[in-house]
């Protein structure tokens, strides 16, 4: 089975074709990511209006060069595949809408995806053998979720951030100290080449919850700004405390799922010093990590085709009248037709 998937969720253009048998799991036959990272870094952060332009602009060749590069030609894909939600409304549909007209065109079955439950399929194009019960942590520039995967493709969130996403506290204390856009990469070096550190408070819920909350964090970087607070001891002191609070929720997790595999996926898991500790959090629970390569953690089309796989293989086809559904919670089923977006 090829699935072709389409990603164009926030500011990454992307296409992938996935191939495997019915046994499974696939493997990434090509992937393609069109970055937009330089339009919007003038800005500090994403322009909603450029970033559905530079889809607009680049999702055509994307698809195209996916296709080339995994020398499959539209007539030989089994299912196309794009993300539906959750996202800015204008850049999925530049995708949503491409993928659809190009099942329609082949005249195959269309599936609609969620992008954050996409990012823990990543998990199994990077471990063929991956089975459920699972636990994962998906953290991005939206969402911040514990997720807990009973059976394949069932997805129960346990924990969720009640303020601001990891990755955008990143992005955010990034502008604050003037570390550029995007804000995770800059504060991870910035971090790594500091001698010093400010202590920084972790919030740690204190009803028992699995619950994040990154926004009071946020503040305590902009107060401990003084005169000779440089960025990289302020950097190194925020990134411990968000690395702190995650650890500290997926140790919760594990301890009350019982899971013995803990996945780390989105965007923020590609911090080397976050998949350390939470290797280290793996090793001191006996449980196996799974953390994917940092391409396949960032916004990609491979996650998106393998989710598609996955679904394809069980027979799922959605009508090409399913809608862009920008709040798409994950674990909840597709917006159905006619429903506001
Ligand atoms: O999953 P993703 O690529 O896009 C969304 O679905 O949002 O995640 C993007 C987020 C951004 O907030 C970015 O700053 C953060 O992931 N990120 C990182 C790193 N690389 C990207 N955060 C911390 N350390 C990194 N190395
Ligand atoms: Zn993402």
Known sequence: MNILGIESSCDETAAAVVSGGRSGPPRVRSSVVASQVA?????GGVVPEIA????IRFVTSVVERALRGAKI???????VAATAGPGLPGSLLVGLTAGKALAWLAEKPFIAVNHIEAHIWAAFLDRPSLRPPLLALVASGGHTELVLMRRLASFEVIGRTRDDAAGEAYDKVAKLLGLGYPGGPAIERAARTARREVRLPVARMKDGSMDFSFSGLKTA???????????????AGFQRAVIGALVAGAERALGQTG?????????????AALR??????????????????????TDNAA???CAGWFMAREGTRMPLS????????????????GAAA
């Open 39 to 43: 339009m919007h870094r003038p800005y």
């Open 52 to 55: 559905s332009r530079e889809h």
């Open 73 to 79: 030609p539209l007539k030989r894909v089994d299912a």
């Open 221 to 235: 970087v902009a107060n401990a700004r003084g005169p000779e607070g440089g960025p990289g001891k302020l950097a």
């Open 259 to 271: 899971a013995r595999t803990l996945v780390l996926a989105g965007g923020v898991a590609a911090n």
């Open 276 to 297: 350390g500790a939470m290797a280290e959090l793996a090793r001191k629970r006996g449980a196996v990590l799974v953390a994917p390569p940092i391409d396949l953690c």
């Open 303 to 305: 996650m998106i085709a």
């Open 322 to 337: 399913t809608p862009a559904a920008p709040g798409w919670n994950t674990g909840a089923r597709p917006a159905a037709e």
